[in-house]
């Protein structure tokens, strides 16, 4: 019955920002350890960044070390990703994912995750 439902997706021009929402139903949201993958066409699944139960960040793929932000709100039920100074190459659909009481404070692989959102798509224009 644990649903991730994201939102903020859309088209935005190169050099611009966006902020995803994912939230959480069904669950109590402070046991989940929450991150954010994306997948571009006819690439793998990536993991982009994690945060613990507790908010503190882990991990951020290096294409976007200076660029994005994850965070959450336990009182919202809510993780978030903060996307400034878009490129073309963000371009991709980016899923919610989470982990029932894990630590899991490394880099994530597709198979270790609980529960994935439905996604939402991102397209940067130049």
């Known amino acids: 019955q644990v649903h991730l439902v994201e939102s903020g997706g859309g088209l935005v021009q190169a050099g611009g920002s966006l902020r995803l929402s994912c939230g959480l139903s069904?669950?109590?949201?402070?046991?989940?350890?929450m991150g954010w993958f994306r997948q571009a066409p006819e690439k793998a699944r990536e993991f982009v960044s994690g945060?613990?139960?507790?908010?503190?960040?882990?991990y951020l793929v290096d294409s976007v070390k200076g660029r994005f932000t994850i965070s959450r709100d336990n009182a919202k039920n809510t993780v978030y990703l903060q996307m400034n100074s878009l490129k073309l190459e963000d371009t991709a659909v980016y899923y919610c994912?989470?982990?029932?009481?894990?630590?899991?404070?490394?880099?994530?692989?597709?198979?270790?995750?609980?529960?994935w959102g439905q996604g939402t798509q991102v397209t940067v224009s130049s």
């Open positions: 069904g669950g109590t949201f402070s046991l989940y350890v």
């Open positions: 945060v613990t139960r507790t908010g503190q960040t882990f």
């Open positions: 994912a989470a982990i029932f009481r894990g630590a899991a404070d490394r880099e994530w692989g597709p198979q270790e995750v609980n529960y």
